[in-house]
């Protein structure tokens, strides 16, 4: 079992303002049907309220008034106030100290934690909290420790690579922040015993060669069996393990010049 340094946080209470109760939904719908398997429990958790646009805020500077930990993500969050007074909560990127300034505007400082358009960043600059359509706020790139990097900008157009290695066409006018997401040793964490996932909400997973026929279709048998099929499926009869699962003709293969596995290159 390892855990993280988080020396670096300066407060361990959240701002009053910025939070909400989070209702728990142990993987069920609004049906209370269960869509999601093996979740439930966990510790209570308040949800943060981060901004992921700040194109309202457009020219007005902000102060890191303190990096915190949030229980709903696996980076850290800074509490910034901004010259009008007011709080905003933001992701912090990896090397952000308290004091710092940053800014959200068209073109501005290279420097982290600032915010600007992908026209005006440097080629091979790392980037996070990517926007995918303009003014809809940062959608990818906004787990620890990740980064994607500008390739180029074409007329109208930028070249993003992603931490999974695809290369995507993003407007050049969506925001983009500079620097690397924090708490980048978040993936070498060990969990180290079953109760520490039970404090996370997630739920014991067995396997279905364990269980009986009636309950799993890799059920039954004498001892350790194979499942005695083409290939594994879900308790449900679905293909499992390495089956595709992307829609064929999706709205943003356009987007995508090539796929994770170099394959697939734009005509």
Aim: charge should be positive; aromatic fraction near 4%.
């Amino acid at each position: 079992m390892s855990v993280l340094d988080y020396s670096i946080i300066t407060r361990n209470k959240p701002e009053k303002s910025l939070v909400v109760g989070k209702r728990g939904h142990a993987g069920r719908n609004n049906q209370g049907k269960i869509t999601v398997r093996h979740q439930g429990g966990g510790h209570k958790q308040l949800l943060r309220k981060v901004d992921f646009r700040q194109t309202d805020k457009l020219g007005i500077p902000a102060k890191v008034i303190s990096i915190e930990y949030d229980p709903n993500r696996t980076a850290l969050i800074i509490l910034v106030s901004y010259a009008d007074g007011e709080k905003r909560y933001h992701l912090a990127p990896e090397g952000i100290k308290v004091g710092d300034e940053i800014i959200t505007q068209d073109k501005a400082k290279i420097s982290t934690g600032n915010r600007i358009m992908l026209k005006h960043v440097p080629t091979g600059y790392n980037i996070y909290n990517i926007e995918l359509e303009k003014n809809k706020g940062g959608q990818i790139v906004r787990s620890a420790g990740c980064r994607a990097t500008l390739v180029a900008i074409e007329k109208d157009k930028a070249q993003i690579q992603l931490p999974s290695g695809e290369i995507r066409i993003i407007d050049k006018t969506c925001f983009a922040t500079l620097g690397i997401v924090s708490n980048v040793d978040h993936s070498l964490v060990k969990i180290g015993k079953a109760g520490r996932n039970r404090w996370k909400g997630i739920r014991p997973s067995v396997r279905g060669k364990a269980m009986n026929p009636v309950d799993h279709r890799h059920g039954g048998g004498e001892g350790n069996q194979p499942c005695g099929l083409v290939h594994p499926v879900t308790p449900w009869g679905l293909p499992a393990l390495g089956v595709k699962t992307r829609k064929r003709k999706k709205f943003s293969d356009s987007s995508i010049v090539r796929r994770r596995d170099g394959s697939k290159l734009k005509k």
